[in-house]
Nanobody, 120 residues
């Protein structure tokens, strides 16, 4: 069973930076590399929204709200997904979730989430 575990969340002041990690277990490196990997976030009382994703061949895509501030990347050897967040704003406050979707299938795995709070 594939498990995803996020880490790196916390409290940061506006304008600050954080890097989130999402480590996969229960799958081999070759299978991990075939997944589309995504970061979502959910603020209190709001829907869970896609923040960024990275394709199996490494192409990133970003929501307009985070373009130029966030960078998604992955390390297939470490089976780890990252989200570098800079110039953080209070509206970035949310629980951040990673998701892995195996292309061409309905196989989807979610992490448990990590809280990011941007506040002075």
């Amino acid at each position: 069973q594939v498990q995803l575990v996020e880490s790196g969340g916390g409290l940061v002041q506006p304008g600050g930076s954080l890097t989130l990690s999402c480590v996969a277990s229960g799958t081999g490196r070759s299978i991990f590399s075939a997944y589309v990997l995504e970061w979502y976030r959910q603020a209190p009382g709001k829907e869970r929204d896609l923040v960024a994703n990275i394709s199996s061949n490494g192409w990133p895509n970003y929501a307009d709200s985070v373009k130029g501030r966030f960078t998604i990347s992955k390390d297939n050897a470490k089976k780890t997904l990252y989200l570098q967040m800079t110039s953080l704003k209070p509206e970035d406050t949310a629980v951040y979730f990673c998701r892995a979707k195996l292309g061409g299938t309905n196989i989807v795995h979610w992490g448990q989430g990590t809280q990011v709070t941007v506040s002075s």
